[in-house]
């Protein structure tokens, strides 16, 4: 027999059964998957402009029978959103994350973004409901904790605010410059002034983090207020057991027994003085830095 037309052994019989073309992606496919990728890139790159052109590019070069993963959809659909929260557009907004939704329905984030919108659409059942769903998921997350307790402030449902900021702020286990204030407001609209002034005192010992305008609003709150006319609010510079003086923010009572020049205290004031003001921490040589945290006493209203 001709060796050129010997038939083949059975081995490559074999091995030619298990050959089989490349597949080949659709094309129109990878060009959509392709722009959404990019969009979300410059989403996290913060270039909202150049994010939003790849994502538009992306879903009008989908076809109705065409698919891209469901992450990458549930990613892009809801970027999209948040840029047209960013745009105030909160009615796209919405369209977009309750496509996100339709295709992962637990979608935790999607449904805090969601939630939000709610409210800016004043429909504040349907942020409530997203709000429970999302605490169904993650019943310890301090980000829904945080948001369902200003939906309840904003209905003026105080308790359960209350119950929302404070057990947010354990689960974080710091203490949150937003929280403290919104707690704070909260224990205001309850006339628990005690409560509130500790608040906005804790977050002026923040001082490195707080924004000037909150000490500008708490400033204002305290001058204004008939029934804190015993209280201000300024700069004062304490001086601690060890000598070491701090300079605090913070609303205080009015002492006459101090003598204050400028709105400071001089290194002179005693001990038993400053007692009067705020309780007083040791100051020893492992915590040389100790800030004192200003505190209230004594209020009657």
Known sequence: MDPITKPRSKSSKRLSGV?????????????ASKALEAGETFYYKKEYESAKK?????FSSLKAD???SEQLFLNATRIY????????NYLDALDFFNKALKSSPSDST???ARGLVN????????ALNDFNTFLNIEPTNPDALSSRGSLFKKLGRYDEALEDYTKAMKISNRKDLQLLLNRGKVYLAQTRYEEALNDFNELLNLRNQAESHIKVWIKEFVDDNEKLRNYEFERRTIVGTCGRKYTIDAVWEKTPSIEANNNVLDG?????????????SSCSPKSP?????????QIAF
């Open 81 to 88: 959103g948040e840029i047209m929260v960013l745009e105030e």
């Open 110 to 112: 999607t449904l805090q």
């Open 289 to 297: 830095n100790h800030l004192f945290t200003p505190k209230i006493h």
């Open 119 to 126: 409210i800016k659409l004043q429909r504040y059942l349907d």
């Open 54 to 58: 790849d994502l538009v590019k992306g």
């Open 19 to 31: 050959i089989k073309p490349p597949k080949i992606l659709n094309p129109n496919l990878y060009k």
């Open 268 to 280: 002179s004031t005693s001990i038993n003085e400053l007692q009067s003001i705020q309780p007083l």
């Open 66 to 68: 065409e698919n891209v």
